[in-house]
């Protein structure tokens, strides 16, 4: 990513799990257009970052129906997601796709307004039919009581 020229890019800020202590904090602190942040576990503070940004990028390769990833989908963002079976079965395949950092960077480069627009309302629909807690508590419930 740094070798990508910075004006071509708009602000970027990273909610972390790492933090900026360690390698990529210092390999990336001189890179204007990039902040880093350490991990936010204070909801307000995380729904704040979130709800004021323009697209979520989702890295993360496995762990299933990712917690940050549907919380990011209730905010109808565009979603740009790395490209594994997880993030497409969470996303129904509707989301953006990328497998390295030059297809992440060629759809940051896209940003068409209407299209992202059209992908976070994508977004929020399948968030609010699946991923609410009346629903998975539900799921739960007849889980249980077929047992």
């Known amino acids: 990513m740094l070798d990508y020229p910075p004006h071509h890019l708009s602000r970027f800020t990273i909610n972390s799990l790492e933090g900026i202590r360690n390698g990529y904090g210092l390999r990336y602190a001189c890179v204007t257009h990039l902040y880093l942040l350490d991990p936010i576990y204070d909801l307000r503070k995380l729904k704040s970052l979130r709800a004021g940004a323009a697209v979520y990028v989702h890295g993360h390769l496995a ?5 940050s990833l549907v919380e990011a989908m209730h905010f109808g963002l565009p979603l740009l997601a790395f490209d594994c079976d997880f993030n497409r079965a969470t996303t ?3 989301a953006f796709y990328f497998r390295d ?4 960077l060629h ?4 940003r068409d307004e209407v299209i992202f627009r059209t992908n976070g309302e994508a977004m929020l629909e399948i968030a609010q039919r699946r ?17």
């Open 63 to 67: 762990g299933g129906t990712n917690p």
């Open 92 to 94: 129904e395949n509707k």
């Open 107 to 110: 759809l940051v480069d896209m």
């Open 131 to 147: 991923y609410t807690w009346e629903i998975i508590a539900k799921q739960y419930f007849d889980l249980i009581g077929s047992a």
């Open 101 to 104: 950092a030059n297809e992440l």
